[in-house]
Nanobody
Framework: QVQLVESGGGLVQAGGSLRLSCAAS????????MGWFRQAPGKSREFVARIRWRPGTTAYADSVKGRFTISSDNAKNTVFLQMNSLKPEDTAVYYCASQTYSSSYSYTDDAAYHYWGQGTQVTVSS
């Protein structure tokens, strides 16, 4: 089992920045990749970003490319999401997810991930 705990959410004005963290514990030695998803009210959960644990390659949704950066501290089993130039449409609950092995599902599909955090609210005011 892997436990994921997100932190760093909050209220910020448009154009501002936030940094989310996700700390993993438990059977973290088997981590293959970690990702961030978000879910806005009345919408489906959507892919935001993903990082392969080794070699650290990253991928982003088009909507956040150039504004968000995903990174990891493998020694601390922690993944981060630096969010800059935030927009009101970025408002959502942000979830951290862990992948313990490569899946037949695309990494943009939440079915590819095996463990999820409880989520952290990000609200961007206009």
């Amino acid at each position: 089992q892997v436990q994921l705990v997100e932190s760093g959410g909050g209220l910020v004005q448009a154009g501002g920045s936030l940094r989310l963290s996700c700390a993993a514990s438990g059977r973290t030695f088997s981590t293959y990749a970690m990702g961030w998803f978000r879910q806005a009210p009345g919408k489906s959960r959507e892919f935001v970003a993903r990082i392969r644990w080794r070699p650290g390659t990253t991928a982003y949704a088009d909507s956040v490319k150039g504004r968000f950066t995903i990174s990891s501290d493998n020694a601390k089993n922690t993944v981060f999401l630096q969010m800059n130039s935030l927009k009101p449409e970025d408002t959502a609950v942000y979830y951290c997810a862990s992948q313990t092995y490569s899946s037949s599902y695309s990494y943009t599909d939440d079915a590819a991930y095996h463990y999820w955090g409880q989520g952290t609210q990000v609200t961007v005011s206009s």
